[in-house]
């Protein structure tokens, strides 16, 4: 289950990245709904080395 919520943040954070660029949302935005989804990557990425 892990695995796949890392594989959703991935796709979500390509998928904002790629609104950004074309300006359907606005970086304010983009910050908004990105933040935890990086920080829930960071963790997870972290707890798997240890």
């Known amino acids: 289950m892990k695995k796949?919520?890392?594989?959703?943040?991935?796709l979500m954070i390509k998928?904002?990245?790629?609104?950004l660029e074309q300006g359907k949302?606005?970086?304010e935005e983009y910050q908004k709904h990105i933040?935890?989804?990086k920080q829930f990557?960071?963790?997870s990425t972290l707890?798997?080395?240890a």
Do not use: F, Q
Not at 4 to 10: M, R
């Open 4 to 10: 796949e919520l890392i594989e959703c943040c991935t």
């Open 15 to 19: 998928l904002l990245d790629k609104l």
């Open 25 to 27: 949302i606005t970086e």
């Open 35 to 37: 933040s935890l989804k």
């Open 41 to 43: 990557l960071e963790r």
């Open 47 to 49: 707890g798997r080395s």
